[in-house]
């Protein structure tokens, strides 16, 4: 059980490109979630993936930002035009799916994004 | 208002204090209360969790929970160095998912 790992670890860009990030959750783990944590904030949640299904996004994610798991393995989420407010750390967390306790999401190292 | 309040701190203590982190939060439908810890460039791990109402000890933490009040806390006894981290309350739901709620998390250091 290596983690949950997220590439690349930091990323800069200008404002106005593309950018996409990569999680490779726990393997056998069917739960996926993205959060984004901006200096001084605890993470905000993004979006829910159960299996290869995104199942809830909040209103945060706008439709500049685009999240897939295909094969309900990794996920890669992707921000189009990107701006100056999209600079933050995007987390990724994995989750087994335990039903009657807590179901314990454990985190990746987190993506910083800086948007130039 | 947010669903979750933290004092961000920082808090600065030194080596052996007691430390006591607070949050509260404002939807009384939450049933898990969660403190997750996070070291400098590293994601949030959790620490300990209680479910509802109650105390709930681990070596030298103690989370409370007072749903009357809708109030959280974490006690750190005999407080060390490696306890320098952020601090974040956290809660959710029961059932489905955990679309778990963070609050700002509260910035501790601990001097030797």
């Known amino acids: 059980d290596t983690g949950v790992s997220q590439d690349p670890r930091h990323k800069i860009t200008k404002r106005g490109q593309n950018v996409t990030f990569r999680c490779d959750p726990i393997s056998e783990h069917n739960r996926l979630y993205w959060y984004r944590q901006t200096l001084g904030q605890g993470p905000e949640f993004l979006t829910y993936f159960q299996n290869e299904a995104q199942l809830e996004k909040s209103r945060l994610l706008s439709d500049r930002f685009s999240a897939e798991r295909p094969k309900g393995s990794f996920s890669t989420l992707e921000i189009q035009r990107t701006e100056q407010g999209d600079s933050a750390m995007y987390l990724c967390a994995s989750s087994s799916g335990t039903s009657g306790s807590i179901d314990e999401q454990y985190f990746g190292p987190g993506t910083r994004l800086t948007v130039t | 208002q947010k669903e979750v309040e933290q004092d961000p701190g920082p808090l600065s203590v030194p080596e052996g204090a007691i430390v006591s982190l607070n949050c509260t939060y404002s939807?009384?439908?939450?049933?898990?209360f969660m403190w997750y810890r996070q070291y400098s460039r590293k994601g949030p791990e959790l620490l300990m969790y209680t479910y509802s109402s109650g105390n709930k000890e681990d070596g030298r933490f103690t989370a409370q929970v007072d749903k009357s009040s809708k109030y959280i806390s974490l006690f750190i006894r005999d407080s060390q160095p490696s306890d320098s981290a952020t601090y974040l309350c956290?809660?959710?739901?029961?059932?489905?998912?955990?679309?778990?709620?963070f609050g700002t998390g509260t910035k501790l250091q601990v001097i030797p």
């Open positions: 939807n009384s439908a939450f049933q898990y």
């Open positions: 956290a809660t959710y739901l029961s059932g489905g998912y955990q679309k778990v709620t």
